[in-house]
């Protein structure tokens, strides 16, 4: 448990520069306690990278968390996984990729004075998109107002409700039916059995759709999100990127000169950025969608730049997840008959229902492990605090250290999750490794994978994240027989981690493959502009999407 150490008169206190420069010109640790880190020094040869982002490496910011661990295996004891840079006249920067450390420092994150925030560092650019006042910003009792207005309606709870869950399945699957139909043509059209496709802007606009369709009740026309918002939130996206690293004066967007085609291209992709938000915010004053389950008196103004996070934020994370999930079923054929086997016969996704999916649980758990969203989470000391492993294992971490806990290459290492702890490599895809787990009495709370971040602050989005994929993995298996046609598997990472080669696969038709289309009455005259009929079944004709 993080313990702040109120004996300290430096406690609660600002890092001071100057106070510290003696030491830090010395080489001495700024770290207390039985157990140390090991220093990396700023510059050294045969390193992927610098550890730290700048103009010229911030697209690689795998490389630069693996920096830290370069040569650390041949380390015992604490150092072996966890690593820190000081540089004079500035911060430590603390790197864990030690679950013990990460699942302390997480539970220890919080509004309560000596807690751990979240380090604002890594997300300016995120916040001169978005807005400061968020819950993905903002810290202390700001963030505490903020996880209490936002977070209800995104409750499992809440979700699960059977008459709300019923509504958003059954659009759901009116939803995936009109997209799946138009991938079922084209292969109709090429005359072939498969068809290669890049399945990432397609998992991109579906799970857009459902964001804003299924779950705000708006009605914006498919051609719209795929063609438009999309590609407006693509660029918003890459552009917080590079703004959290190049634009250290913090100047907006909007007060930006059009000098460049690029500052041109993101203006307007905000502009677009701001429709959508508006267009979802509207659905609040007919209680479309889950903003029934919205209770607040707070002004319409005061929500947009939640929803903001939560458009781009929920839009990246869940694009991620389903698309590592399907690019490793698509190396693994033998886990994704596994998978199908189990969904074939569903017909309606209820919860019950995915539930009783274990194999596709374990593939979605074991997705999550090896290839997570977020790859670290920041954090930073507000006051000097000893974090305690075990009885011989305290360190204190001083205040104003900035602390980047790395997911990535804690669920990769082979000591954590490796033969000896799991059964199978850690490096691998092993939908089994689950069920070994299971078997050996190891439950959820042993094996954290941090998918969602851990403690206070984890992601209030998980159970929307994990219904919305589980649904589109789900279709997709029971659809789709892909294959991938390269064995390789390699990441890229900005936001959040995706696939490199965009889940590129050969796609073919199952003989079988049926979904039955939600029915909904409708007059007789009503013509649907999507033929379903071939690849789903129905008792009576669809409505158009």
Aim: with cysteine.
């Amino acid at each position: 448990m993080g313990i702040p150490d109120t004996d300290n008169p430096r406690t609660n206190a600002a890092f001071s520069r100057w106070a510290h420069l003696p030491r830090q010109l010395a080489g001495r640790s700024p770290f207390e306690g039985p157990v140390q880190p090991a220093r990396v020094p700023l510059f050294r040869r045969g390193r992927p990278a610098l550890p730290f982002p700048h103009p010229w490496n911030y697209h690689e910011p795998l490389s630069i968390l693996e920096t830290f661990f370069v040569d650390a295996d041949r380390d015992d004891g604490f150092a072996r996984h966890n690593r820190y840079l000081e540089v004079p006249g500035f911060a430590p920067v603390l790197v864990t990729r030690d679950p013990r450390m990460i699942r302390e420092i997480s539970s220890e994150t919080g509004d309560k004075p000596g807690q751990f925030d979240r380090d604002t560092l890594p997300s300016t650019g995120i916040a001169r998109a978005t807005g400061a006042d968020t819950l993905l910003y903002a810290n202390g009792l700001s963030w505490k107002r903020q996880k209490k207005l936002a977070t209800p309606p995104f409750a499992r709870t809440t979700l699960f409700q059977p008459e709300q869950f019923s509504e958003f399945e059954r659009t759901f699957r009116r939803t995936v039916a009109g997209r799946l139909e138009v991938v079922r043509q084209r292969i109709a059209v090429g005359g072939t059995d498969r068809i290669r496709v890049t399945l990432e802007p397609e998992i991109k606009a579906l799970m857009l759709e459902m964001l804003v369709n299924n779950f705000f009740g708006a009605d914006v026309p498919y051609d719209q999100i795929r063609n438009r918002f999309v590609p407006a939130l693509d660029r918003v996206i890459a552009h917080i990127v590079r703004d959290t690293v190049v634009n250290k004066l913090g100047v907006p967007l909007n007060r930006l000169p059009s000098i460049t085609r690029g500052i041109a291209d993101a203006k307007r992709a905000r502009a677009d950025f701001e429709e959508l938000t508006s267009i979802v915010l509207a659905g609040r004053r007919e209680g479309r969608g889950l903003w029934r389950q919205f209770e607040s008196d707070a002004p319409d103004h005061a929500l947009r730049a939640n929803l903001r996070v939560f458009l781009a934020g929920d839009l990246e994370a869940t694009t991620s997840y389903a698309s590592w999930a399907i690019s490793h079923l698509a190396r693994h054929p033998a886990a994704q008959e596994l998978v199908h086997a189990e969904v074939q016969a569903i017909d309606d996704y209820t919860p019950a229902n995915l539930a009783r999916c274990v194999q596709l649980g374990h593939a979605l758990n074991e997705t999550l492990r090896l290839t997570p969203a977020l790859y670290f989470h920041p954090r930073r000391a507000t006051a000097d605090t000893w974090v305690t492993l075990s009885p011989t294992e305290r360190i204190k971490i001083p205040t104003g250290t900035h602390i980047l806990l790395d997911v990535w290459h804690a669920n990769r290492h082979e000591d954590h999750w490796g033969v000896a702890a799991t059964g199978y490599p850690a490096a691998s895809f092993e939908p089994d490794r689950w069920a070994r787990l299971s078997a050996a009495g190891k439950g959820p709370n042993e094996m954290l994978h941090f998918g969602f971040g851990h403690g206070p602050r984890f992601c209030p989005g998980k159970s929307l994240g994990q219904l919305e994929v589980a649904l589109v993995v789900g279709a997709c298996v029971k659809l789709f027989r892909f294959t991938a046609p390269t064995p390789r598997n390699d990441a890229r990472a900005g936001v959040s981690t995706k696939p490199f080669d965009g889940v590129e696969v050969d796609l073919r038709l199952r003989d079988t493959a049926v979904i039955t289309a939600p029915v909904e009455p409708r007059p007789t005259d009503q013509t649907p502009k999507c033929p379903f009929a071939t690849l789903f079944k129905a008792t009576t004709p669809e409505p158009g999407t």
